[in-house]
């Protein structure tokens, strides 16, 4: 029997797989003699042996079978062939058949029993080997910028996307990041994640190694007074923080300019090259202290040559205080308007009412201390000042009409014309009344006649007069209500030591508490209301003091019971046993003096305070 009788082959013949090629093999079996398992493992294993050893996820050599349109056919030496996207390979023009290629298995089988292979993975694991050797020695790799994405920039680092953070470009901050892109530059890997995949890399360590010796030769050479080149490189509220070459130094705001500066971005600008003088070192906490007016000479040096006393000048309101206003007539120089020297004739509270912070004002020079670097101003010096003619038009003693414009606790302001007041003690506004506050005789916008009493051209100060107005009637009251005369007064107020009444001519008078009746008082509201009309008897006149003291018990000593029991009775007063006793004299001189101090202090004129004119 020929070998072809003694075989035959079927669908379902002894099948067994590749342990390394994972292939279904098919044993064609001997019907008259069959293979036994141990025969059957060594013709599979003679089988493996005529293929390399091939696993997955490995990079293998291979040889083009074919090229077509869409795919390029590559034998790897399995049982068979693999299928590589033709867009996988960067470049086909020399590709032909017979080449050796290396690809990526990817796959041993697919659905169709093909081998999946990928010449674009293979590029990707040679180039990763490569990176992780790169970033294993610390070697330096040259990558092209490619776009910018948030954080950074995206790099082409041998074909595969490396990032760039913003932080890692540059040893300076780095404001425009779209300067860099297409720009081919020297990076280190500083960073690999395997499992994703990542790479990250960075300019600024190379920058860094590159000037560390030049920061060194910086330090060791640093003195103080030197004066080096530098870039802007931040600014804060505080200063500008200056990069000497590897090496940050600090410009305190102050040390900017020898003028006044808000915020350190009126006189410098990022990335802006300066001359910059060392003002100190600290090489234990390695802080450079720099200064950039000091390159400039100071304004005050030759201020004798640029200013002189009379001068007239302009410059912006720097600074307002409770005190006057700081004008900034050159960078560097300042000088202050007094608010008494603002206005020749307006009281000025506060700076704020004449002038406003940045507005340019005209002064004159009033006086310059080259030592102490200090420039006296004046405003009102640019106007002739009023108050030369005042005399003239305001004579002691003359009347005008005025209106009133302010009304404080001492007296009232007065507006003669516009610019021009003068003021009205309260002890001026009235002959006859007692006046706690000027409000209760006057209002404010009313017009007032007033009498000129005074003027003080130094203090720039017009005393005034109300009641001046009329003749002083206290010559006439001397005789009226002498000592012992008898009267009648209507309360008008009440006090803690007693009454105020009005008298029939309109002048008030006092009735002590103790002048109300023999026995205490306990409660005067209670007994006397406003508008009660007493009878009463003149005990003291006093000219100078303009006081009149009044007494109804005084008035009861000799007068009939009728009438002594009617009062009392009035003011629901206990009576004490009379008779004999209103007819002696009812003044204590101590109480009475008691009474009358307390009087005086409550309605004495309170002094006049200079700083509350308006």
């Known amino acids: 029997m020929s070998a072809e009788e003694n075989v035959k ?4 013949a002894l099948g067994t797989k590749s342990a390394k090629t994972g292939a279904k093999i098919n044993i064609i079996q001997n019907e008259d003699k069959p293979y036994s398992k141990e025969e059957v493992d060594q013709m599979l294993s003679l089988y493996e042996k005529t293929f390399g050893t091939i696993k997955e996820g490995e990079i293998v050599k291979g040889k083009v079978l074919s090229i077509s349109n869409n ?29 050796e290629i290396e690809v990526y298995l990817e796959s041993i089988e697919d659905k169709d029993g093909h081998l999946v292979l990928s010449r674009k993975r293979a590029d990707f694991v040679r180039i990763w080997e490569r990176i992780t050797q790169a970033y294993e020695k610390g070697e330096i790799l040259q990558g092209r910028c490619l776009r910018r994405i948030k954080g950074g920039i995206v790099v082409d680092l041998m074909g595969i996307d490396a990032f760039l953070p913003g932080s890692q470009i540059d040893v300076r901050p780095i404001r425009d990041f779209d ?4 720009k ?171 002038v406003a912070m940045g507005q340019i004002v005209e002064a004159v020079i009033l006086s310059i201390d080259k030592n102490e670097k200090k420039i006296s101003l004046g405003m009102k010096q640019l106007e002739p000042d009023p108050w030369g003619n005042l005399l003239q038009k305001y004579p002691v003693g003359s009347k005008h009409k005025g209106i009133v414009r302010n009304i404080t606790n001492f007296g009232v302001f007065v507006e003669l014309e516009s610019g021009v007041d003068g003021l ?45 107005v009329q003749e002083n009637p206290w010559d006439n009251f001397a005789e009226v209500y002498k000592v012992g005369v008898e009267t009648e007064g209507k309360v008008v107020r009440l006090i803690e030591k007693g009454l105020i009444v009005e008298l029939p001519l309109g002048v008030d008078g006092f009735v002590p508490a103790s002048q109300l009746s023999q026995a205490p008082i306990k409660n005067i509201a209670e007994s006397f209301k406003i508008d009660d009309v007493l009878p009463l008897q003149v005990i003291e006149f006093d000219k100078e003091s303009k006081r009149i003291v009044l007494s109804v018990t005084e008035y009861l000593k000799n007068k009939e019971k009728k ?24 003044i204590n001189p101590e109480i009475l003096a008691e009474e009358k ?18």
């Open 71 to 99: 795919e390029v056919a590559v034998d790897i030496g399995f049982k068979s062939e693999g299928f590589v996207p033709l867009s996988e390979f960067s470049s086909t023009e020399n590709l032909k058949v017979g080449d």
């Open 563 to 586: 009438i002594i029991d009617e009062y009392f009775r009035k003011h629901q007063l206990t009576p004490v046993t009379l008779g004999d006793a209103v007819k002696e004299s009812t």
């Open 597 to 614: 101090k307390a009087f005086d202090e409550q309605f004495s004129a309170p002094p006049i305070d200079t700083n509350n004119k308006k």
């Open 424 to 468: 009205i003690h309260i002890s001026d506004l009235s002959w006859t009344k007692k006046i706690r506050h000027p409000a209760e005789v006057v209002k404010k916008g009313e017009t007032i006649d007033v009498v000129i009493l005074g003027i003080d051209m130094e203090q720039r100060r017009i005393s005034l007069g109300h009641k001046q």
């Open 9 to 12: 082959v079927t669908e379902d």
């Open 184 to 354: 081919t530059m020297d990076f280190k890997i500083v960073k690999i994640n395997h499992p994703l995949e990542n790479v990250v890399v960075s300019h600024k360590v190379l920058i860094e190694q590159e000037i560390a010796g030049q920061k060194k030769q910086i330090l060791d050479n640093l003195q103080k007074d030197q004066v080096l080149d530098g870039l802007v490189k931040a600014i804060a509220d505080f200063g500008v923080f200056i990069d000497l070459g590897g090496v940050d130094g600090l410009i305190h705001i102050t040390d900017l300019s020898w003028g006044r500066v808000n915020h350190p971005s009126e006189v410098v600008k990022l990335d802006q090259m300066l001359k910059v003088k060392v003002l100190d070192y600290d090489p234990e906490k390695k802080r450079i202290s720099l200064g950039l007016k000091q390159l400039q000479p100071h304004p005050w040096e030759n201020i004798d040559e640029k200013f002189k006393v009379g001068q007239k000048v302009s410059g912006k309101v720097v600074s307002l205080t409770d005190y006057g206003a700081f004008i900034e007539i050159e960078k560097g120089i300042e000088g202050l308007i007094h608010i008494s020297e603002m206005s020749w004739t307006q009281h000025i509270k506060h700076p704020s009412q004449f």
């Open 179 to 182: 300067q860099f892109i297409g």
